[in-house]
């Protein structure tokens, strides 16, 4: 049985940072995409970083890129967001999310196939 367990989530300051992890299990993911969708109160799941697991090649939405930083550690098999200068409007729970497809199509939340039960990222003003 697949899962991917998030952890890191919590209330941080804003201009502060977490790191979120997603732990994986239930198969072998070497030919998935890898990455993090978030979803804020009364808005749509938005994609947030992808990576894939073989090679380690990243994507990110536009309000990540210079902030935020995915990576993986393949001997864990678990998937970490870096969030550095978070603002209040990253606050939302982050998902993550496994996609067994290309890099670049990791982008709509219908297209993957398996999620995590989501960790809250709270950042005040």
């Known amino acids: 049985q697949v899962q991917l367990v998030e952890s890191g989530g919590g209330l941080v300051q804003a201009g502060g940072s977490l790191r979120l992890s997603c732990a994986a299990s239930?198969?072998?993911?070497?030919?998935?995409?890898m990455g993090w969708f978030r979803q804020a109160p009364g808005k749509a799941r938005e994609f947030v970083a992808a990576?894939?697991?073989?090679?380690?090649?990243?994507n990110y939405a536009d309000s990540a890129k210079g902030r935020f930083t995915i990576s993986r550690d393949n001997a864990k098999s678990t998937v970490y967001l870096q969030m550095n200068g978070l603002k209040p409007e990253d606050t939302a729970v982050y998902y993550c999310?496994?996609?067994?497809?290309?890099?670049?199509?990791?982008?709509?939340?219908?297209?993957?196939?398996?999620w995590g039960k989501g960790t809250l990222v709270t950042a005040s003003s």
């Open positions: 999310a496994a996609f067994l497809g290309p890099l670049l199509v990791f982008r709509e939340e219908k297209d993957m196939d398996y």
């Open positions: 239930g198969r072998t993911f070497n030919s998935y995409t």
């Open positions: 990576i894939r697991w073989s090679g380690g090649r990243e």
